[in-house]
């Protein structure tokens, strides 16, 4: 099942806590001796692999709270360890762990950071 989404603008979507959007590589056609695959054979593989377009703010940590310091100001700040991956990456993840979306006519993944199994990362890759 997928979600389809008429927004406009990708810059607005914010990823929530340990959430990666994943924008997918197109997967190879054909075997490495010419035989073309059917889509339902590449949508079965368990391991995908695509590029990381947002990342979330990483796993929240719980305030810590100075109760027997009153003359402390009481803030409720959420502090996040964040995430190995960043925007532009190449995630090797569980196509099973993500959700799909359709935004724009292209298929996007939201996955848990947990999901992903490696990251391939390029500085020039975008240069």
Known sequence: MSLIIEEKDLAKFIMVGDRVLVKPKNPAGKTQSGLYLPPTVQENEKVHSG????????????????????????????????????????????????FEIEFNKEKYIILPHSAIMMIIRDEDLFK
């Open 51 to 98: 590029y990381i377009v947002k990342v979330g703010p990483g796993y929240p940590i719980p305030a810590m709270t100075d109760e027997d310091e009153p003359w402390k100001e009481n803030k409720d700040e959420v502090k996040y360890v964040p995430l190995q991956a960043q925007v532009g990456d190449l995630a090797i993840y569980l196509h099973k762990s993500g």
